[in-house]
């Protein structure tokens, strides 16, 4: 069983030690609500996904459970998310089910299966912007945690300071402009696929709100290629869907502000918004096997 859990949305599923998505399901986060409403929506999902069911003449019966969550994570609790509220939540709280469990932090899970699943090596940054946004830092093949497992907080590098106040206390962060959940609210709209939208018409406000995104987006890739030489940034999340729409200005801002470099190669996430959940299953075979 594999659950990624999104500030907007919960994307479950049961997931084949291949990497084949052998069946999936989303539900609303219930993010309004509170952080316990969240944990309890979570591990009803769990229960719900772990009763056998029928696929291709056989039955497929879970194992393990995988749980991608965001924020600040390790192997034993949700140490604290800024999008859901959240505080040194153990990993016991989220499942009642009693299989082989394992926590990972949402977006260095969906790293791990785009190394796996979707290519890229090397030097990587991959980026998936949704309700918030963090990165999964690549360095030499191998995913890099830092000192305490917390590396790749990118969405709350200040990129305007003393700009708007983020979710985390502090202002200026870059998910503060450029998250999908920062694009809507700006613009007044429930998601950012409608600003894109809004965007393709040439909408003077959705127009500005996109442009500050990527201005901001920009500077963010451009700091980050200073200091670790990617070869290659992936986005991914959400935001990815606009396609061109945001690939092509962030390609043509991006050596404006490396005028001595050549900037790093930029692609959408070959996984889509499948990428998390994939990483979530990595979490749960990687439980089953150490139960063995």
Not at 220 to 249: E, F, H, M, Q, R
């Amino acid at each position: 069983m594999a659950v990624d859990v999104g500030g907007t949305t919960l994307k479950g599923g049961l997931v084949g030690r291949d990497g084949t998505p052998l069946y999936v399901e989303r539900r609303a986060t219930p993010r309004a609500e509170g952080p316990e409403r969240v944990i309890a929506a979570i591990s009803a999902f769990v229960t719900d996904l772990s009763r056998a069911r029928s696929s291709g003449g056989g039955v497929l019966e879970p194992v393990a459970v995988g749980l991608a969550v965001p924020g600040l994570v390790t192997a034993t609790h949700a140490v604290f998310s800024a999008a859901i509220g959240w505080r040194d939540v153990p990993v016991k709280a989220f499942t009642e089910v009693d299989l082989p469990v394992a926590l990972g932090h949402d977006v260095r899970s969906a790293g791990e299966a785009e190394l796996a699943y979707g290519g890229g090596s090397g030097d990587v940054l991959y980026l998936p912007i949704g309700t918030g946004i963090a990165g999964a830092v690549v360095l030499s093949g191998s995913l890099y945690g830092g000192a305490a497992g917390w590396a790749g907080q990118i969405g709350h590098i200040p990129v305007r300071p003393d700009g708007l106040l983020c979710a985390c206390g502090q202002r200026g962060c870059l998910a503060a402009y450029a998250s999908a959940s920062a694009i809507a609210a700006r613009c007044g709209e429930n998601s950012a696929a409608d600003v894109v939208a809004r965007v393709l018409t040439g909408d003077a406000q959705a127009v500005a709100v996109w442009d500050e995104a990527v201005e901001a987006l920009t500077l963010a890739l451009a700091t980050y290629t200073l200091l670790l030489d990617p070869d290659l940034v992936v986005i991914g999340g959400g935001l990815s869907l606009a396609g061109d729409t945001l690939i092509g200005p962030l390609r043509e801002r991006l050596p404006d502000l490396l005028t001595f470099r050549r900037p790093p190669a930029l692609r959408v996430s070959a996984l889509g918004v499948h990428a998390g959940l994939l990483g979530a299953g990595l979490l749960g075979w990687r439980a089953q096997e150490a139960h063995v």
